[in-house]
């Protein structure tokens, strides 16, 4: 397997790092972004190379660049330069483009996300450029939290971790490999963070949702404890995306929230991988039709 490079370029004056891993004449590109209080590594699962995200991208032909989200790894001193959500989204893309440099892109982009990663890809995906994406796939997210999780999460703080609070991102741990819990933190998170979490479900999430083109596709872990996931809340997030000409909602077994660090994470990049296929095949269709 490839192993991805370690990778920090400026964007803007900023200077922004991630992980690239490069596939000879590839099918397309994807964009990976981590969730809270972690980091590019979450998709290059530490000492596991068999389940990294990025590692599989590669063997199946595509080149994969997973970002330390603006406000983390190379950026983290900059965060106060990051309220205005335009420019993380232009700081992503910017990064990208950097990284791949004259890079040959295939097909063009497509962007995974995963927990609070999804409010970035909803803005990049309604952004001008978002027009041109393959598609979407996000996890670890929702329209709605778990009554027992959101009070628990009330009480965190970038220095306090309430009771309960592991057992809600990690949990059940026999899901896990033992020595990746925890594995993949970023040492704390940028300010932004607490006001994206405040109002993702209620505001941003439904609003971007609704001004998506691409397709999208949505996972549901089957042991996730944070964000709903029964029948009707996985309705009403596929029903926000009024404007995405194909909404997908797919269920991860064997796996809870940190899915790509789970012991079903190839399974899970497996069906990633194989949407991304069919979101070219059907790029390529309407193109020739």
Same mark, same amino acid.
């Given at each position: 397997?490839?192993?991805?490079?370690?990778?920090?370029?400026?964007?803007?004056?900023?200077?922004?790092?991630?992980?690239?891993?490069? !596939?000879?004449?590839?099918?397309?590109?994807?964009?990976?972004?981590?969730?809270?209080?972690?980091?590019?590594?979450?998709?290059?699962?530490?000492?596991?190379?068999?389940?990294?995200?990025?590692?599989?991208?590669?063997?199946?032909?595509?080149?994969?660049?997973?970002?330390?989200? +603006?406000?983390?790894?190379?950026?983290?001193?900059?965060?106060?330069?990051?309220?205005?959500?335009?420019?993380?989204?232009?700081?992503?893309?910017?990064?990208?483009?950097?990284?791949?440099? =004259?890079?040959?892109?295939?097909?063009?982009?497509?962007?995974?996300?995963?927990?609070?990663?999804?409010?970035?890809?909803?803005?990049?995906?309604?952004?001008?450029?978002?027009?041109?994406?393959?598609?979407?796939?996000?996890?670890?997210?929702?329209?709605? &939290?778990?009554?027992?999780?959101?009070?628990?999460? =009330? &009480?965190?703080?970038?220095?306090?971790? +309430?009771?309960?609070?592991?057992?809600?991102?990690?949990?059940?741990?026999?899901?896990? +490999?033992?020595?990746?819990?925890?594995?993949?933190?970023?040492?704390?998170?940028?300010?932004?963070?607490?006001?994206?979490?405040?109002?993702?479900?209620?505001?941003?999430?439904?609003?971007?949702?609704?001004?998506?083109?691409?397709?999208?596709?949505?996972?549901?872990?089957?042991?996730?404890?944070?964000?709903?996931?029964?029948?009707?809340?996985?309705?009403?997030?596929?029903?926000?995306?009024? =404007?995405?000409?194909?909404?997908?909602?797919?269920?991860?077994?064997?796996?809870?929230?940190?899915?790509?660090?789970?012991?079903?994470? !190839? &399974?899970?990049?497996?069906?990633?991988?194989?949407?991304?296929? &069919?979101?070219?095949?059907?790029?390529?269709?309407?193109? !020739?039709?």
């Amino acid at each position: 397997m490839t192993a991805p490079v370690r990778r920090m370029v400026p964007v803007d004056g900023i200077p922004m790092s991630g992980l690239f891993a490069e !596939a000879a004449d590839p099918r397309g590109v994807i964009i990976a972004l981590h969730g809270g209080a972690s980091s590019a590594a979450y998709f290059d699962c530490p000492n596991h190379p068999e389940l990294s995200f990025l590692r599989a991208c590669a063997a199946a032909g595509f080149s994969a660049v997973a970002l330390d989200r +603006p406000g983390y790894g190379a950026s983290a001193p900059y965060s106060d330069a990051m309220w205005e959500p335009q420019r993380r989204v232009d700081l992503a893309y910017g990064a990208a483009d950097a990284m791949l440099g =004259k890079r040959e892109r295939g097909a063009g982009l497509f962007i995974l996300a995963h927990s609070n990663g999804c409010e970035l890809a909803l803005r990049m995906a309604v952004a001008e450029r978002g027009r041109d994406l393959l598609g979407l796939e996000l996890a670890g997210t929702g329209l709605r &939290q778990y009554p027992a999780a959101r009070a628990i999460l =009330k &009480q965190a703080t970038p220095t306090h971790r +309430p009771a309960g609070l592991r057992e809600l991102i990690w949990a059940p741990e026999e899901l896990y +490999p033992d020595d990746v819990i925890n594995a993949v933190g970023s040492g704390g998170a940028p300010p932004q963070e607490a006001e994206i979490s405040a109002n993702w479900a209620g505001r941003d999430f439904p609003a971007l949702a609704g001004g998506v083109t691409a397709p999208v596709r949505f996972t549901a872990a089957e042991h996730e404890r944070v964000w709903d996931s029964t029948p009707e809340a996985l309705a009403d997030i596929a029903a926000a995306f009024a =404007k995405s000409p194909r909404v997908e909602i797919h269920h991860q077994n064997n796996a809870g929230h940190n899915l790509s660090l789970s012991l079903a994470a !190839a &399974q899970y990049h497996s069906s990633v991988l194989s949407f991304v296929e &069919q979101c070219i095949t059907a790029d390529v269709n309407r193109e !020739a039709g």
